[in-house]
């Protein structure tokens, strides 16, 4: 009789009882799924950042610019007001320099007559009447009948031979009409000055741009832009829902996508937006995928070779099996079908049957052991055959001994030649007992194999630096935690497994971990992640974003509850600082303009709604430039930092100090 073929139905049901399989299905989907979730994580973390930087830029982008801009303004109204009171004597010069009206970020203060000739600056242009009349700003104002403020695109100067921005003002005479244009010319380079301390990478961008979408400031583009009229429609979608935001350039100013942040100005005709590239947004994010990547492929590796050589094992321990019943069934009786040995004995300890496997696995002979034989005598010749040691009448009665009590002994024996042998006697009603001696040496050693398989795997696991926890779905008890949850938490595991969070956390930190939970469970393809703080052993306080998968059986029902931990302190310290550099000089760590703004404006709400006064002193150190200009710009730090240190002695602590630029304190 020919042994039976093995069938692809007979390798399902060897995978199926094949443990290293049963492992390798269960954790490969947990391990990809860790991998999908921690690069997801990193890219949302990864464009959230981006766009807290780039925000964070156009808006100290724009306080800088709309100081400036409104700082030159203001110097073209006083200059005005002086020439519309006395044209024929008025220096531009000399009132330029006794004011100290030229902060440095003007290169020049022209007049332009009626005429279109220029007929005052303070430049030392020395050169024929220069005209002016083809200008846009002169062009613009000499057709605008209100007094408002013109920001011309930029040009470059015929005086000054510079690129500037032409911020103007009309001139009106004694009779009201157009009497010519008074112009300031800002530096270009003062506008942007920031942008190598705001860390936008070497594709960063900052630009500026005019209601009509002209470029006055670019920095940070591959292609020369400025003074063109370079439009976007993302940028327009975006000014008619939002007067700030971000969106996604698409590189259409040089040909870079960058995550692009935007502000409109409320007091100005201007558009501000600062730009970080996409390689610079995403290059941590990509680096770590490519790591999760490689370590999730190398785990599904060692699993998927643990599994075959699981499934080897046992798949040549069962055609074993099959060839062994195959031979059996062409040569012997139904006894000798059985895979391991059997013998059976009468209440006086003799044989009353074996098959030829018992023999095969002692080194016995039919010859030698023949029915009738005693315990005792078999014990001999298996000595005698090299697969017993010991005392063969002690063992003999030890083991009559405890069937006779009725007793099923059950042991494994290691033979003298390295194999294991288990060994089952059971008792029988008539006193005698019946024993099966299975060899399980293979077993054994891919048992051995296996556990090794699963220790290393464990250490892989404990060995990623992300805390992880794992917990059963139905009692919310922590079935794994990796070292990395032990170093954070200052706690061991032991303490951990088999609880819940309420058992060794505070109950308002369980009550949030088993609300997310809950979620989590309720969700079937939603990623649900939670935001909290929560104290270590150690007494160290610690933000941490928690995010959770619910792993599923084939039927959808709950099979684990992973979690993922992620620390977050750091970036919100550092948010923290980010913010408080948009609120505070740094110099003098005084209130900045902008923060000073925000205080009137809350005192003068009080004032309208309750009456209380209050009082606004504004000083402005004298000779500040000459400070500068003599001993140099870090000698009038230190000039401004000591000011800043006496002002904050001298008021009490519900006032408020600022530093409005230059020497202006408030």
């Known amino acids: 009789m020919l042994a039976k073929p093995f069938t692809w139905r007979d390798a399902a049901s060897l995978a199926q009882r094949s443990s290293g399989i049963r492992i390798a299905l269960i954790m490969l989907p947990i391990f990809w799924l860790i991998y999908l979730l921690g690069i997801s994580l990193e890219q949302r973390r990864a464009v959230q950042q981006g766009e807290l930087h780039v925000s964070n830029v156009v808006r100290i982008f724009q306080e800088n610019s709309e100081r400036i801009f409104l700082s030159a303004d203001g110097t073209l109204l006083l200059l005005r007001r002086l020439y519309e009171s006395n044209p024929r004597e008025f220096n531009l010069k000399y009132w330029v320099e006794r004011t100290a009206l030229n902060s440095g970020n003007l290169i020049q203060i022209s007049l332009i007559g009626p005429d279109g000739y220029m007929t005052d600056s303070t430049t030392d242009y020395r050169g024929p009447p220069l005209y002016l009349g083809d200008r846009d700003h002169f062009t613009h104002l000499a057709d605008q009948k209100s007094d408002a403020m013109y920001v011309a695109p930029p040009v470059l100067g015929r005086a000054s031979g510079k690129w500037s921005i032409q911020v103007a ?120 995928r490519l790591v999760y990547f490689l370590l999730a ?52 300890g003799r044989l009353v049957a074996c098959n030829s496997r018992y023999l095969q696995m002692y080194g016995l002979s039919s010859e030698q052991v023949k029915l009738g034989t005693a315990i005792q005598d078999v014990l001999d010749l298996r000595q005698a055959a090299g697969t017993f040691t010991g005392n063969s009448e002690r063992h003999a009665k030890e083991l009559m001994a405890m069937l006779t009590r009725g007793e099923r002994v059950e042991r494994t024996a290691p033979l003298p030649d390295g194999r294991i042998v288990h060994l089952i006697h059971c008792p029988k009603d008539d006193g005698g007992w019946v024993s099966t001696h299975e060899d399980v040496t293979e077993r054994k050693r891919a048992e051995t194999e296996l ?14 630096p992300m805390p992880i926890v794992i917990k059963d779905p139905h009692s919310r008890k922590f079935i794994f935690v990796n070292r990395a949850y032990e170093a954070f938490m200052g ?31 309720k969700s079937f393809d939603e990623l649900v992640s939670g935001e909290f703080s929560v104290t270590t052993r150690a007494g160290d306080r610690r933000v941490v ?49 902008s923060l000073f703004r925000e205080k009137v404006e809350e005192s003068l709400a009080r004032l309208r709604r309750m009456g209380n006064e209050f009082a606004i002193f504004q000083l402005d150190l004298d000779n500040f430039k000459t400070v500068n200009d003599t001993y140099g710009h870090h000698a009038g730090d230190i000039l401004l930092r000591e000011v800043a240190t006496r002002i904050k002695a001298t008021i009490r602590e519900v006032d408020i100090a600022a530093r409005l630029g230059g020497g202006g304190f408030a």
């Open 169 to 288: 003002r009309p001139l009106r005479g004694n009779d009201g009409q157009f009497a010519g244009v008074i112009v300031a010319s800002i530096d270009p380079e003062h506008l942007a000055a920031f942008i190598e301390s705001a860390r936008l990478g070497e594709h960063g961008s900052l630009i500026l741009r005019n209601a009509d979408n002209i470029i006055l400031v670019a920095r940070g583009t591959s292609t020369p832009t400025i003074s063109k009229k370079i439009g976007s429609p993302y940028l327009d979608a975006g000014l008619k829902q939002s007067p700030y935001g971000t969106y996604w350039g698409g590189g259409l100013v040089d040909g870079v996508n960058r995550l692009v942040a935007y502000r409109q100005s409320d007091i100005l005709p201007l558009v501000f937006t600062a730009g970080l590239a996409e390689e610079q947004v995403f290059s941590e994010y990509r680096r770590h």
């Open 297 to 348: 492929t190398v785990l599904s590796l060692i699993l998927l070779i643990a599994g075959l050589l699981d499934y080897r094992h046992l798949s040549w321990l069962t055609q074993a099996q099959q060839e062994l019943k195959s031979m059996a069934i062409r040569f012997r009786s139904a006894a000798e079908n059985m895979s391991q040995g059997l013998t059976m004995h009468d209440a006086d």
């Open 451 to 464: 556990t090794n398989v699963k220790s290393f795997l464990d250490n892989i696991i404990q060995s990623i």
């Open 491 to 521: 706690i061991s595991s032991d303490e951990v497994l088999g609880k819940t969070a309420d058992e060794f956390l505070p109950q308002e930190v369980a009550a949030l971990i088993e609300d997310c939970d809950t979620r989590a469970l």
């Open 545 to 593: 974003t928690v995010s959770r998968t619910v792993v599923r059986d084939s039927n959808q029902q709950a099979q684990y509850l992973v979690s993922l931990i992620d620390d977050i302190t750091e970036r919100k310290n550092s948010q923290a600082k980010i913010e408080r550099l948009a609120l505070y000089d740094a110099l003098t760590d005084l209130a900045n303009r």
